[in-house]
């Protein structure tokens, strides 16, 4: 086991997105990015690759202790100046403080600041206040982040910039649950370099400068479930604790339905497959209870309470805001309707793949630099997964695997990327944000783990990468008719 992130695997990344930068602008001259896609995309790529590399090594003879302050300070000041940077070019470039197609951010923005009103007045009918702004009933689903958001501009006068910076300070704080988490299943090493991985992911940082409500659940989440998995490795009941994860639980339900199901469904599951647990079970048993909850992931989706959310939302929209998410690159782009579950299942753990030409979707091509990052973090991910589903010789049964010490996270991981996969955002970054903590921490698993024969794979994941990205510029154009 090693306790860095190899240079070899650094470099190779930043040299095949250099390499696609200059390639995909020579192929589709007339549809280079703008510059703040190259600047936003060469800083997340560069600076991930060679940060987490770099820190790793440097990190590594900390104490805990010192790693943990590090850790946090760190993260949150790259959060705090990216939220500054963010603010004033978002200013500049559409005339207000939001970003790019802003649609459900202006809404929650909106109503917040009608909730806020009614609570400087001392009228705490939140829920109907709710309702009032956004101009009809509001869904459990959709009330946790205006309300909080509320209570924060009830407090600062509806800074916006406020806000933003207590984004910067969730966020700081899930890099360190993710450490947490990592350490209690996999020790230091991976718990270490799960950390800086998750500090310096970009995706994590460019929420911090959006008024969406990603950051604020991937936190809760994450709450969730780090406070979750303490408590079900404790052998004594504790009422505090056990009273907290219930209500985090239900905290997942007002962010998103399936969010909080899938949550409570992967913790069900790690209680009954917990390795203390295994042999109590016998075969026919555990079939039946196997059965049983793969019936309650079908449950959800089938119900696909992704799709019916986000369409919900779109609804209470003010008509003047441009439409953005999948459903408007559907209606442009003529080969959504192949998009398919069959499509999207190989790819799901990967996907999205960055958009490197300009198609007019300029918050989307701001992402390109993080969904690189995510494209080739993904096969460490992929390995680790395939480390701990295999027995430990090939004459034992699965149910020998490493996987029964992380059930938990493992069940989370799966569970929510299962759902997506039948929904209609699965190529949609902003849809895998939950999942995305855990994948990050798995994806350290498989780093740690380093095996030298690994390189050959590797290169032969960064050509797959390569193949799809030049063939996704190819599908983001020729699809709009450009």
């Known amino acids: 086991m090693i306790d860095f992130i190899p240079k070899y695997f650094t470099d190779k990344a930043m040299a095949l997105y250099a390499l696609l930068l200059l390639l995909v602008t020579g192929l589709y001259s007339g549809y280079a990015m703008p510059w703040f896609g190259w600047v936003w995309g060469l800083v997340s790529v560069f600076g991930f690759f060679y940060y987490s590399m770099a820190l790793s090594l440097k990190w590594r003879r900390f104490s805990p202790e010192y ?3 590090r850790l946090f300070w760190t993260a949150l000041i790259i959060r705090m100046v990216y939220v500054i940077i963010s603010y004033f070019f978002y200013q500049w470039q559409t005339g207000q403080p939001f970003e790019f197609e802003t649609a459900d951010a202006w809404i929650y923005h909106v ?3 009608g909730v806020a009103d009614g609570m400087r007045e001392f009228d705490f009918h939140l829920y109907d206040n709710l309702d009032r702004v956004m101009g009809r009933h509001v869904g459990f689903s959709d009330t946790g982040y205006p309300i909080y958001l509320a209570f924060v501009y009830a407090l600062t006068g509806d800074s916006i910039i406020i806000a933003r910076l ?6 700081a704080w899930t890099v360190v649950l993710v450490y947490k988490l990592a350490q209690r299943h996999f020790g230091e090493a991976t718990a270490r370099i799960a950390a800086i991985i998750c500090m310096l992911m970009p995706n994590f940082i460019l929420y911090c400068g959006k008024h969406l409500k990603e950051t604020e659940m991937v936190f809760f989440t994450m709450l969730f479930i780090e406070r979750a998995d303490a408590l079900q490795r404790n052998s004594k009941f504790l009422f505090g604790q056990t009273f907290l994860v219930i209500l985090l639980a239900l905290s997942l339900f007002s962010f998103r339905t399936v969010l909080g199901a899938v949550a409570l469904l992967s913790f069900f599951i790690s209680l009954m497959f917990s390795v203390s647990r295994f042999t109590s079970i016998n075969k026919i048993g555990r079939r039946i209870i196997i059965g049983v909850l793969a019936f309650g992931f079908v449950g959800i989706m089938l119900q696909n309470r992704v799709i019916e959310e986000v369409e919900e939302l779109r609804t209470k ?3 003047q805001a441009q439409t953005s998410g999948y459903n408007y690159r559907a209606q442009t782009n003529s080969y959504a309707k192949y998009a398919s579950a069959a499509v999207f299942a190989p790819l799901i753990f990967t996907i999205p793949f960055p958009t490197l030409v300009d ?5 989307i091509i701001i992402y390109n630099g993080a969904n690189f990052v995510k494209n080739i973090i993904s096969f460490f991910s992929i390995v680790a997964l395939l480390m701990l589903l295999m027995p430990y010789n090939w004459h034992r049964n699965l149910f020998d ?3 029964r010490f992380h059930v938990f996270p493992l069940a989370f991981l799966l569970g929510y990327l299962f759902v997506l996969v039948f929904s209609n955002f699965a190529q ?4 895998h944000m939950p999942s995305l903590p855990i994948l990050l921490m798995f994806a350290a698993y498989g780093i740690a ?11 032969l994941w960064l050509g797959i990468i390569f193949v799809a990205n030049i063939g996704w510029s190819y599908v983001k154009l020729k699809g709009r008719g450009l």
């Open 428 to 431: 949609s970054e902003r849809f």
């Open 166 to 171: 207590l984004k910067a300070f969730w966020s």
């Open 317 to 319: 929209q003010i008509q």
């Open 67 to 69: 790693f943990l302050k």
């Open 359 to 363: 198609t007019g979707q300029n918050d």
């Open 449 to 459: 783990n380093y095996r030298p024969k690994w390189k050959q794979w590797y290169w």
């Open 401 to 403: 695997g490493e996987w």
């Open 111 to 113: 109503c917040a600041k």
